[in-house]
């Protein structure tokens, strides 16, 4: 009795080397991993050279703008991307996002990729006084999952702190948890593709992963806990289910 044949159909072969080659073309193009430096300033850029900046004494108004949205195209790192606004919040990018986490440095040409996927990027300059950006970065770490945070040079001294999402900014003086609160709420997760299959393979310069986002953490009940974090000198209580932070004096 003739055995049955242990070969696959031809198609089967087919879809199999076609699939083969799109990967492997996909990571040519860009894998996370080589050719990175292309997309870095000098480190003088992301640093602070001197010492840091003295908080302002008044609270300006932030600024909100709303930015007509470009449109998203994926760039091999042979080809150099550039943005025409001064804080990027769309238009082309790599085609492998960053993960989402705290950074010494991240490049627009990585998260720009995770706004269009619904993150929210949280800049500050360089030399912004610490415990500006030990509030801005407690904020994003215990509200928004999907967050990335990282020194920005294209920043001003009267509002050296940021948010970004997908077209949209809004560039602060101060950290007010009620106004962010309400940015974060209109602005959180306008997702402009399928959601993410896969984690973000540029991890250059990642220093403090983010936890909140994970499949795990999520399916154990993480987004309806709330969460008491220290900020600025008085508590703040931010749920995770609204993301609204409220004030405990």
């Given at each position: 009795m003739r055995r049955a044949s242990a070969r696959r159909p031809a198609w089967v072969l087919l879809c199999l080397a076609l699939c083969s080659a799109a990967r492997s073309l996909s990571e040519s193009c860009d894998d996370?991993?080589?050719?990175?430096?292309?997309?870095l300033p000098p480190p003088s850029e992301y640093s602070c050279p001197g010492p840091t900046w003295i908080r302002p004494h008044m609270r300006l108004p932030s600024v909100d703008t709303q930015y007509y949205v470009q449109r998203p195209r994926h760039f091999c790192m042979d080809t150099p991307v550039q943005y025409n606004e001064t804080i990027p919040n769309s238009g082309p990018h790599r085609p492998?996002?960053?993960?989402?986490?705290?950074?010494?440095y991240c490049p627009p040409q990585r998260w720009v990729y995770n706004l269009e996927l619904g993150g929210v990027v949280f800049l500050y300059h360089p030399c912004v006084q610490p415990s500006l950006r030990a509030q801005l970065a407690a904020l994003a770490r215990s509200c928004v999952p999907k967050h990335i945070i990282t020194p920005f040079p294209g920043l001003?001294?009267?509002?050296?702190?940021?948010?970004?999402?997908?077209g949209r900014t809004l560039e602060m003086s101060h950290v007010a948890l009620s106004e962010l609160s309400d940015w974060l709420q209109q602005n959180m997760n306008q997702s402009r593709e399928w959601p993410e299959r896969r984690g973000g393979r540029y991890r250059l310069m990642l220093v403090h992963p983010a936890t909140l986002g994970s499949k795990h953490v999520h399916n154990r009940g993480c987004a309806q806990a709330s969460l008491w974090v220290r900020v600025g000198g008085f508590w703040a209580k931010c749920s995770r289910k609204n993301y609204s932070p409220s004030v405990s004096f």
């Open positions: 996370g991993k080589r050719l990175l430096e292309r997309d492998m996002r960053a993960q989402y986490g705290e950074y010494r001003s001294p009267a509002r050296p702190l940021a948010l970004v999402s997908w």
